[in-house]
């Protein structure tokens, strides 16, 4: 099992940037494939980013792709998701999500292939 905390969000002024972390512990870290999910007031919750174990593979929601990053530090137990161009659009609570992999290199973009959620980080876009 894995506990999952986030941390980083915040209020940021539309074209800006922000840097979310997201610390894991419990087991090994680098058993888990990671991925960031966000949901808007009134909207279904929606993938926006993952990462393979390994840190090698990474897969992204199309209109996230170019402006958002996400990463991992397996000695840290730590993941990232590094957020420019933000836009009032990008309002919504973000969760970090986990779940075992038996691959180090497949990456999981569904909602219901994660088993592990932290609490969420509240991300505001003014414009």
């Known amino acids: 099992q894995v506990q999952l905390a986030e941390s980083g969000g915040g209020l940021v002024q539309a074209g800006g940037s922000l840097t979310l972390s997201c610390e894991a512990s419990?087991?090994?870290?680098?058993?888990?494939?990671m991925g960031w999910f966000r949901q808007a007031p009134g909207k279904e919750r929606e993938f926006v980013a993952g990462?393979?174990?390994?840190?090698?593979?990474?897969v992204y929601t199309a209109s996230m792709k170019g402006r958002f990053t996400v990463s991992r530090e397996n000695a840290r137990n730590m993941v990232y998701l590094q957020m420019n161009s933000l836009k009032p659009e990008d309002t919504a609570v973000y969760y970090c999500?986990?779940?075992?992999?038996?691959?180090?290199?497949?990456?999981?973009?569904?909602?219901?292939?994660?088993?592990?959620w932290g609490q969420g980080t509240q991300v505001t876009v003014s414009s």
């Open positions: 990462i393979s174990r390994s840190g090698r593979n990474t």
């Open positions: 999500a986990a779940d075992i992999s038996a691959s180090v290199v497949d990456v999981f973009t569904k909602r219901y292939e994660y088993e592990y």
């Open positions: 419990g087991r090994p870290f680098s058993s888990y494939a």
